[in-house]
C-alpha cells in the first residue's frame, strides 16, 4: 500500500501554522482542529504550498517545559528544526514511511509531490490503513 492511497480516503484538508506564529496561536489551531500536528508553513515564500517544518503537541510541552508559561509566547520557528524536513511522497510505501518515522521519532509526515504539499501522513494513519489490510474481509476480497 501506499501513502497515496491513504490520502486519496482522507480530507483534503491540511492544517498548518506560519513559522511567526506564537505557541499559543498553534496551541489554539491544534486544539480547535482537534488534531496533533500542524504543517509549518514559510511566511516568506509566497508561491506554492511551502512546508518547512511540522509542529506537534510535544512541540508545546516542549516550550513550556524549557520556558515556563513564557513558552507560549515563543514563535513556532524557534521551536522546530527548520534544517531537514522529514517528508515523503505519495508514491511511498507505508512501510518505507513508518521507516522514517522511527528512525526519526516522528509521528507526522507532510506528503510532497513536486515541490507541493498535498497532504500530511501520521502513524495512525498508517496503523488503521495496516489493521485494515488485516481483516478478514480484506483478505476475502483479495482473493
Known amino acids: 500500500m501506499q501513502v497515496g492511497d491513504i490520502l486519496r480516503r482522507k480530507s483534503t484538508r491540511i492544517a498548518t501554522v506560519r513559522m511567526n506564529e506564537t505557541v499559543a496561536i498553534a496551541a489554539q489551531l491544534l486544539r480547535t482542529g482537534n488534531i496533533s500536528a500542524l504543517v509549518v508553513k514559510d511566511v516568506c515564500r509566497t508561491e506554492g504550498n511551502t512546508a518547512v517544518g511540522m509542529f506537534s503537541e510535544r512541540d508545546?510541552?516542549?516550550?513550556?517545559?524549557?520556558?515556563?508559561?513564557?513558552?507560549?509566547?515563543?514563535?513556532?520557528?524557534?521551536?522546530i528544526s527548520v534544517q531537514e524536513l522529514i517528508s515523503c511522497h505519495s508514491t511511498d510505501t507505508l512501510e518505507h514511511v513508518r521507516h522514517l518515522m522511527n528512525k526519526h521519532h516522528i509521528r507526522h509526515v507532510p506528503v510532497i509531490d513536486d515541490h507541493t504539499l498535498i497532504g500530511v501522513i501520521s502513524i495512525r494513519d498508517i496503523s488503521r490503513a495496516l489493521d485494515h489490510e488485516d481483516t478478514p474481509q480484506a483478505h476475502a476480497a483479495v482473493a
Open 60 to 79: 508545546v510541552v516542549r516550550a513550556i517545559a524549557e520556558h515556563g508559561a513564557a513558552g507560549v509566547n515563543r514563535k513556532v520557528s524557534d521551536m
